[in-house]
């Protein structure tokens, strides 16, 4: 077995510098420029910025200090570095680079910038030592320099109770050229045990104003807590190894937090998460987001849908377009009745079974509040313990749309003649039209599915982006908007018998993926292995719309582009105290790190 090697490599940040350097602080280091400034899409927090001058152009290491309390991380960048204000910056390094490089880029105009929690119209002191080095690691000879400031904070626009002792930045950019409203966004978020007392209960979502800088509260919600609370007891990994000094973890908590954002098109902007609060109190928001009854069998509401899910399988049953209320869309024609069934698959003598077929043995989970509502199921399929699958659905205020992601994970090898995801079924007489994008003919297809042949198939490729049902005489329409798809498998390689997606019609008119589906193929009583250790996923956004006069699937064309255009999301959080100063990682066999007696010349 190979023997684990501990690795530890430290590299000094800032000033825990030997006594023996040379102190200059008073001449020798020139602050150009110094302010305090509102957090912006490329500095996305409280902040100062300073812009250095040095005597000559030098290897450094920097440090500051802001009312005699030494902060625990600076970002160093080049003079010549120049990023856009208003776009989320492109260059970091984080605290393990600076434990862990050994920089010897020469600096001659450098500019800082630091994360401080400034309070608007207050003067703050702040110090900044640079540490002149003639190579990478600290010695002796080197030359400190340092110069003071104060600066005045702005004043006029309030920031946040400062009850909220910490708080994360994260970054949302839109890409499509589409300005989004009450966009639901969701972000997973680390804390340490001793800042939280109730997540649900203390964190705040605030919005920057781009223009004037102002906050302003966003509907939040806090759901799927998780904690780690196990220390590393910085024991030996190895007999005769040296008792650890630095921990590998550190106990954490995990949350994710949805909530509501505006943002302009092709534009980026700053919201910031507040946590940290003992006394807070509890805050409720209010959307058009409501969810009623019990699991598996919810009934789900906002301004735009009703969606009722089946009461055994949790699956959906029933969709109502509040714009068009006398033409809900169904099916109830065959076995389990839902509109939604897969995943399935057949391995005869056995039943088809779908994940529809649930009857409440399958598991269940749901999160509810004013931003997301979920339903979401998983278990063996029916009579099939080789196979797991899962189906979770979201839904969100104010908004035509929902989500659905179905996963299908094969246990033991199966035969089977039919593996099928991403069916939809809806009783015949509610459509009469179908559409869908070809990528091969490179365009709109519309079929007259009402008077189609019974079992009829209208084959697409198994990646097609959109597909929708509606109907002329009503106007309502139900489509299928494509967000992900992938199949894999890990104990053998892919094995699927020529994959497609196809429309077919009887006593009801329904769409599906074939992953395998030698059921419908020329030999139909050939079986098609699934082998142990594939996988397959799916997710869709399911749109309910009013069809649009002259282009029936008009909205749905405008949606998919939305929809799969999703805001792009960056984190940004403050290097706390207790991170370390150098960097512990574990290397799995001996031998070098590749940073042994790093020279490669000044640049």
Not at 269 to 289: C, E, G, Q, R
Not at 516 to 528: D, K, P, T, Y
Request: net charge negative.
């Amino acid at each position: 077995m190979n023997k684990l090697k501990l690795l530890l490599l430290l590299c000094f940040l800032g000033f825990t510098m030997p006594s023996q350097a040379k102190d200059n602080p008073t001449g020798g280091l020139k602050i150009s420029g110094i302010t305090l400034g509102y957090p912006h899409p490329a500095i996305p927090f409280y902040h100062f910025k300073a812009d250095l001058e040095l005597p000559e152009a030098s290897m450094i290491e920097v440090e500051a200090v802001v009312d005699g309390k030494t902060l625990r991380f600076v970002n160093l960048y080049r003079g010549d570095v120049r990023e856009e204000a208003d776009k989320p910056s492109y260059i970091h390094r984080p605290p393990s680079g600076y434990a862990l490089s050994q920089d010897n880029t020469l600096y001659k105009n450098p500019f800082i910038t630091a994360w401080v929690k400034w309070e608007p119209g207050k003067t703050y002191k702040i110090e900044i030592k640079v540490r002149l080095k003639k190579s990478v690691k600290p010695s002796p000879g080197d030359k400190i320099i340092s110069a003071v400031a104060d600066v005045k904070a702005p004043e006029g626009v309030a920031v946040f109770d400062p009850a909220w002792k910490t708080y994360k930045s994260v970054v949302l950019s839109e890409t499509a050229g589409i300005g989004r409203k009450n966009e639901t966004v969701e972000v997973l978020l680390p804390f340490y045990p001793d800042e939280t007392t109730d997540l649900k209960r203390e964190i705040r979502v605030m919005a920057v104003d781009p223009s004037d800088h102002s906050l302003s509260e966003v509907p939040s919600q806090v759901f799927e807590i998780r904690r780690y609370t196990e220390k590393d007891s910085l024991n030996p990994l190895e007999e005769g190894q040296p008792k650890r000094q630095i921990p590998l973890w550190m106990p954490t908590v995990t949350c994710k937090v949805a909530f509501l954002a505006d943002v302009p098109a092709k534009s980026s902007k700053v919201f910031l998460i507040y946590y940290n609060n003992p006394k807070a109190l509890t805050k409720s928001h209010l959307t058009d987001l409501r969810v009623q009854g019990e699991l598996p069998g919810l009934s789900i509401d906002n301004d735009h849908l009703n969606i009722v899910l089946h009461p055994n399988s949790g699956h959906i049953d029933e969709i109502t377009l509040k714009a068009n209320p006398a033409n809900p869309l169904f099916h109830r024609m065959e076995t389990n009745g839902a509109i939604h069934w897969n995943p399935g698959i057949y391995v005869p003598p056995r039943a088809w079974t779908h994940t529809a077929d649930w009857k409440l043995e399958q598991n269940k989970h749901s999160v509810s509040g004013p931003v997301l509502v979920t339903g979401e199921f998983w278990g063996h399929l029916r009579n099939m313990p080789e196979v797991d699958a899962s189906v979770r659905y979201e839904f969100f205020p104010g908004v035509p749309y929902f989500f659905s992601t179905t996963d299908m994970r094969i246990n033991e090898t199966v035969q089977t003649l039919a593996l099928r995801n991403a069916e939809i079924v809806i009783k015949r007489e509610l459509i009469t039209h179908a559409a869908w994008y070809d990528v091969i003919r490179d365009k709109v297809m519309t079929y007259d599915v009402l008077h189609m042949a019974d079992l009829t198939d209208l084959k697409m490729e198994a990646d097609l982006p959109w597909i929708t049902f509606y109907n002329e005489e009503t106007g309502i329409g139900f489509a299928g908007i494509n967000l992900e798809y992938a199949n894999a498998s890990l104990e053998s390689r892919k094995s699927l018998l020529n994959p497609y997606f196809y429309i077919t019609g009887g006593p009801w008119i329904y769409w599906t993926r074939a992953l395998s589906l030698s059921f419908l193929a020329s030999n139909m009583q050939q079986v098609i292995p699934a082998p142990k250790g594939s996988f397959f996923h799916e997710k869709w956004a399911y749109l309910v719309y009013q069809t649009d006069r002259e282009t029936p699937y008009k909205p749905v064309i405008e949606w998919a582009k939305r929809l799969t255009n999703p805001l792009r999301i960056h984190l940004e959080e403050e290097v706390d105290e207790r991170v370390s100063r150098t960097l512990v990682e574990v290397y799995m066999d001996e031998g070098k790190s590749g940073w042994e007696e790093r020279e490669t010349g000044n640049h």
